[in-house]
């Protein structure tokens, strides 16, 4: 009978013995690749020339023989080589002070990762990629939304001019229409980018399956994660869409081109996500919070200043209350309803200059006349930094937890910003990449060292220069970024958790808000801003929740402290 038609061999009978040829085996043989019932083991192993290992049926495949000592048995796997052993390699001394575990504990190891990593790919990576590839759509109708919107605005103004305009108006209606289109090539490649990963994390998840499915040491032991490629999600697209600001038809006879309107600059960024996806743990995606279009005040607190004493700065302590220096040697903290909530004396007697508030909720402030950068612990004041040759004025307190100060030297003739980790000076920011300096000088102009200071989300340090009628703004390594020139005499600054960045125009009455490039986005000049002079935003997890950042805007020759919504 040829042998492939013989029933026992049949693909249809079950399986046997090698020995016996009894069905139903429930040992095997992982040395010699032989399928044993209970009684034929002692026969099997009588040949004691072979070294044999015999497992459970279910467990075939577990035993791993040495590449280098064959055909030893490897029960040990190197941690620190990453590789099984033999009793023969553990002897070599090639391992000696290397991390040793039993190879089935290796084993087990790798596949809780197995099931850990499809795990996360099934429940987690892959849902939120689906997620993101779903916002592409709604990202497209509210940019075309926007887009109609402006071209209606811009309608709407022309009706207003004389038809020698048209040519205009075609002109900045073509400005849209590229817009649009380079919005959305930038979202397309977002989401092909997005089916692509999809389609990989699918792939990647049916590998994975097999591997958990498999019992093969060899190829599971040598098993090493890929996770961390999907956890790292794409950049995205960071839209800013252009506005249109008509200028007063009453100034129609002024050139066409400079008072019909202008759209804002588009800009298309990549924001990296980082590793947003970390295991295990939930996945966070940061608020988007757009400009409203009208601010309005939401809480307008008047302070009693006695004689001289007026308020010239002002630091969000929560949602609920503010510090503030006045021109005596105490500090502080109201209420929105204009109550005191407590105070304390600066530890020297002199007046402060600037407030900050760090993490924590301790108080920072800076003494000029000591030379000194304090931090308030409870009711305990602790001078962190002692100057000799150097002035502290504007401080901030870094998301590291580090404290920024601006500096000037007794000269008056060198301006810097200085890092500090505790009393030790980590960074020096004062020159830029042609050694020109970034800061004006009290030399320049004695009379002027307002040099306002924040940190913004991105780790961006943002100065309001000014001397120079410049908001300068360099990175974390202190190169120069950008230089905003739109502002005459900035004074307060402060940041949100958009990044953006608001700076204080005095003489105007009006607030600038920049986005993180230094691209202007509007002004806020209505709530009956007057001698508008410190700034500060609330940046409490509480507020983000609410979905509302709100700006204290400091009235410096009133005593005023005016709540402002202007986003939401």
């Not at 009290?442 to 989300?457: A, F, Q, R, W």
Request: proline share 4%; aromatic share 8%.
């Amino acid at each position: 009978m040829c042998p492939t038609m013989d029933p026992r061999r049949s693909g249809q009978d079950v399986l046997r013995c090698d020995l016996c040829e009894n069905p139903g085996p429930s040992m095997y043989c992982d040395v010699c690749h032989t399928n044993l019932c209970t009684a034929c083991v002692g026969e099997h192993l009588s040949d004691e020339l072979i070294e044999h290992r015999v497992v459970p049926f279910r467990k075939r495949g577990s035993t791993l023989t040495c590449t280098n000592h064959s055909p030893k048995i490897c029960e040990l796997y190197c941690e620190t080589c990453d590789g099984p052993m033999c009793s023969l390699c553990v002897t070599s001394g090639e391992h000696e002070q290397h991390k040793k575990i039993d190879i089935l504990k290796c084993f087990e190891n790798k596949k809780a990762e197995i099931k850990d990593d499809l795990q996360e790919l099934e429940n987690k990576v892959y849902l939120t990629y689906q997620q993101l590839a779903s916002k592409i759509p709604v990202q497209k109708d509210k940019m075309k939304e926007n887009i109609q919107k402006l071209k209606s605005a811009i309608n709407e103004q022309g009706e207003l001019w004389h038809r020698g305009i048209d040519m205009f108006i075609e002109k900045l209606r073509w400005r849209l229409d590229k817009n649009e289109s380079n919005v959305f090539s930038a979202l397309n490649r977002q989401e092909d980018e997005y089916t692509i990963r999809i389609s990989e994390i699918k792939q990647s998840i049916e590998d994975l399956k097999k591997l958990y499915d498999s019992n093969d040491v060899s190829v599971v032991s040598l098993y090493k994660s890929k996770n961390d490629r999907f956890r790292r999600l794409p950049a995205q697209p960071v839209v800013t869409l252009p506005e249109f600001f008509p200028h007063d038809v009453n100034k129609i006879r002024i050139l066409v081109k400079e008072n019909f309107g202008f759209l804002s600059p588009l800009s298309i960024n990549t924001e990296e996500q980082g590793y947003i996806l970390k295991s295990p743990g939930t996945t966070s995606f940061p608020l988007v919070k757009t400009l409203i279009d009208v601010p309005r005040i939401i809480a307008n607190t008047y302070i009693q200043c006695l004689n001289s004493n007026s308020l010239h700065c002002v630091c969000s302590a929560n949602n609920e209350e503010f510090w503030t220096c006045h021109r005596d040697n105490r500090i502080r903290l109201y209420n929105f309803h204009g109550e005191l909530v407590k105070s304390f004396q600066t530890k020297t007697g002199n007046s402060p200059v600037d407030i900050a508030v760090t993490k924590s909720g301790d108080l920072v402030y800076t003494d000029l006349k000591n030379l000194s950068v304090n931090i308030v612990k409870n009711t305990e004041i602790f001078e962190v930094v002692i100057l000799k040759e150097w002035r502290p004025f504007y401080v901030c307190c870094s998301s590291s937890g580090d404290i920024l100060v601006v500096m000037d030297n007794l000269n008056g003739y060198d301006s810097k910003v200085v890092r500090y980790s505790g009393s030790t000076e980590k960074q020096s920011i004062q020159f830029d990449g042609k050694g020109q300096r970034l800061y004006s000088n009290l030399g320049e102009c004695p009379c002027s060292c307002s040099k306002n200071i924040v940190e913004n989300m991105n780790l961006d340090i943002c100065v309001a220069d000014g001397h120079n009628n410049a908001i300068t703004v360099v990175n974390h390594a202190g190169e120069l970024r950008f230089r905003y020139t739109g502002i005459f005499n900035p004074i307060g600054i402060a940041t949100d958790s958009q990044g953006r960045i608001l700076a204080v125009e005095t003489p105007e009455n009006r607030i600038h808000i920049l986005d993180q490039d230094g691209q202007f986005l509007r002004y806020i000049d209505n709530c009956g801003l007057v001698a508008p002079w410190g700034l500060s935003v609330d940046n409490d997890d509480k507020l983000i929740v609410l979905r509302r950042d709100k700006l204290i805007v400091l009235r410096r020759d009133s005593g005023n402290v005016k709540k402002i919504q202007y986003c939401q």
